[in-house]
Nanobody, 122 residues
Framework: QVQLVESGGGLVQAGGSLRLSCAASGRSFGSYTMGWFRQAPGKEREFVATIDWNGYTYYTDSVKGRFTISRDNAKNTMYLQMNSLKPEDTAVYYC????????????????WGQGTQVTVSS
């Protein structure tokens, strides 16, 4: 069982930056594939980025070059550095974890945090 807690959300102007953190409990964090998803009001939850246990990363096209996913297994923590933020990045951001290879659909992740709100003003 893994418990995930996100932090770092907030209100930022367009063009600004935020860093989200996802702290995980449990001894097997390093063996999990981790991901970030987001959900805007009235929209479905969508994939943002993922990082597997080898450090392989993958991003949705809309955030490539602006967002960076990383992990520190010694601290049981995953990060999402978000730069050049746009109003369309506004959403609740969720961290998620799963055993096995990386996936880009939220239904394939087993563990979820409670979410953190990111609001980008124009």
């Amino acid at each position: 069982q893994v418990q995930l807690v996100e932090s770092g959300g907030g209100l930022v102007q367009a063009g600004g930056s935020l860093r989200l953190s996802c702290a995980a409990s449990g001894r097997s964090f390093g063996s999990y594939t981790m991901g970030w998803f987001r959900q805007a009001p009235g929209k479905e939850r969508e994939f943002v980025a993922t990082i597997d246990w080898n450090g392989y990363t993958y991003y949705t096209d809309s955030v490539k070059g602006r967002f960076t996913i990383s992990r520190d297994n010694a601290k049981n923590t995953m990060y999402l550095q978000m730069n050049s933020l746009k109003p369309e990045d506004t959403a609740v951001y969720y961290c998620a974890g799963r055993g096995g290879n990386y996936r880009m659909t939220w239904v394939e992740y087993d563990y979820w945090g409670q979410g953190t709100q990111v609001t980008v003003s124009s």
